[in-house]
Every structure is written in C-alpha cells, then in structure tokens.
C-alpha cells in the first residue's frame, strides 16, 4: 500500500509500515493547500496525521484514499461526515497518550499553585519578589474535580491521590463501582463538579454534546479562586463565559488548547486569552513527549499494517453502530463460483439495499451460509425464487428488531 505521513511523527512508524513492504511518502509541511498538492500527486490509500486538518477537498483530492490514521486520541481536525461519505475509514490512537497528558495536567496545577511562569519570567527580568511568590496554598487535602474519566482522566485520578488530593468526578459512563475503583467521588453533573472543586481540569472528548460544556453556568458554580485547565480541545469551553469568571470570581486557568489554534508549528500567535493576567497558555503539548509519541506511532503504523492484512480497521471511529437494516436474509449454499452473484442479482431485482454481508465458509469448503442484513420490504416470491436455484441449500428471511 501507498502510505502518506502528512505530520511530524516518530521513526519508528515509517520503519514499521516499511519493514512491511509498504511504499511511504513523509512530507510534514504538508497542511492547507499544499497537502491537497501532494495528495493529487502522490495518491495513497493511507493517509496519516497528527495535528494537520483534513478537510473534505482532501479526500476529493485523493481517489484512491481508503483510511485516514489520526495518530492520537481526538480526531476533531478530520472531516469525519466527509470520510464517512466517501467510504474512508477513519481511525484514531486513543491511550497511547494519557500519561503524557496526565503529566503536563498536573504540571499545570502546581505552575498555577505556585505561579511558576511568572516566578520564571521576573527572575530572568532581573525582579526579585520572594514576597509575592510566597502565597501558594498548597495541593495537599484540596479537591480535584475531573470532568471526564476516560484513560487520561484515570491517570490525572491516579497522579492526583499521589499528591493526597480528594478527587470528584463526573463522567457519563461512570457509576458507583467504577467510582470506587478508581478512587473518586462520583458526582451527578458538571456542575456539581464545578461547585465542589478547588481545581477543576476537564478530559472529555470534542463533541456536539461537549461544545461549550464549561459555559457561563459552569464557571458560575465554580468556586471563586478556584483553578480551570483545559487539555482536550477548545471547543469545550466558551472563551468568553471564562473571561467573565477570570474577571469577576478570580478565576485561574491553564489552557494547553484554545480556539482558532495555529495550524502551523511555528509562527506569529494572537489569542483574546492571550493577554490575561490570570491564564497560563501552552502550545497544545499534551501529548508531546518521545514516549507518547513513541507510543502513537507505534499504534498508528499497527493500525495500517493490521487492515493491509486482515482489512480490519482498529479503533475506527465512523462505523454505524446500528445499519438501517430491516431484514435478515440466511442463504446456506454449495460453495460453487456463481451462487452469491446469482443470489445478489435476485435482491438487487427485488430493491433490497443490502447493509451488511457476511459469508461463512464450512470446513471442507464444501457448503457455506451467507448472511445478508438488508433494508426493503420482505417478498415470499423473491426467497423462493433464491431457493429455487440450484446450487441453494435453504433460505430464511426474518425481520431485525
């Protein structure tokens, strides 16, 4: 297969996917226009990347494209309703970065407890003032509120207790068994998050449910003082309902993502938040260290590897849960060149739109069984004319509840 890496990422990948006889194209710079040249040019079937944005002119650029690997956990940067309607497989690297992200978390807390950039920014001014830094209060019996409790959440818990902190947590898939597992307090709400913590840090994944999740209400119930980071995606949080909270209630954030990001790695950088005495900016490095990276590589070259052999795709994430299939049709069949073309003939015939299909082959290849979920009305006429064939064993058709 041809492979395009259309980011920075490990060695390790492009060894991977060329040990196993793969042809790979590794251009980095290649984001906005000039990915959709290279695209044209190159034609892969595989496209690889982390933090560059694949929008729907990308897949109309490459006809021959079959799967797109985001090599990290969120894959908000790639025109998934765009991939899903072309046919494109779009799959994503999730775990492989939860500790480095955990890490840069709870750096985060103790540089807004200890107003470490700051501390930083006048020493190297030549400014000495013991007295202003000397205020933190500490982390030790404070209250931890997670907004999420997926693997990064779990390891934010796990980091947090180290540091004896008490630890709230809401998640939707979080119940009381979970909650004690993980040795957190599980809570009904955000909100009710929001208004027991002392430090609030949010690991949710970027969703329509999730856009703007920290609104005005949220940050309302915060307490006032109380510390907010964001490290998954900027569309969590409304920008302005947190200036409000910086402004009023004395907010303090960490933000390793935001809004209107760059897209390119290095340059000129403008940001509303930018300015605020009360916020801290990082340049979306969550996952950005050699064991993380190491780490996604490594899973996103598996990823390729494992579908060029099996066709399966792992951890794909634009498969229908459920088809519209309304039917199931079951075909036992002489396993004879011909018996699946005839049969599909008949259903196309009858305006079945089939969904799913999947034959199954008896040891001895003798017989199989083909099993065909489909969407149209039910014909007795058009089973019987199936089991009329020849070649046909028996059929059955039931409906899918």
Known sequence: MKILIADKLSDQATAALEGAGHEVVVDPRATGDALLDVLREA????LIVRSTKVPAAAMEAAANLELIVRAGAGYDNINVEAASGRGIFVANCP????????????????ALDRALPDNVSDARQGQWNKAKYSKASGLKGRTLGLIGMGNIGQEVAARARAF????????????????????VERMDSPLAVAREADVVTLHVAATPDT??????AFFEAMKPGAFFLNTTRGSVVDEDALRWAMDEKNIRAALDVMSDEPAQKEGPFQHPLAGHPNVYLSHHIGASTEQAQDAIADEAARIVNTYAETGE?????????????????????????????????????????VQEMENLIF????AACARLRFDGDPSDAVVECIGAHEDVLAVSLLPLE
């Open 43 to 46: 034609q892969p079937q595989v």
């Open 95 to 110: 775990g492989k970065n939860s500790t480095a992200v955990a890490e840069l978390t709870m750096g985060l807390i103790l």
């Open 164 to 183: 004896e902190m008490r630890v709230v947590a809401w998640s939707r898939s979080l119940d009381d068994s979970k909650a004690k597992a993980y040795g």
């Open 211 to 216: 856009k703007n999740l920290a609104d005005h």
């Open 313 to 353: 795709v792992r951890h794909c994430v634009n498969l229908a849960e459920h088809s519209p299939a309304t039917h199931l049709l079951t075909v036992r069949h002489l396993d004879k060149v011909g018996v699946l073309a005839a049969v599909l003939d008949e259903v196309r015939k009858a305006g079945w739109n």
């Open 363 to 366: 040891e001895g290849a003798k």
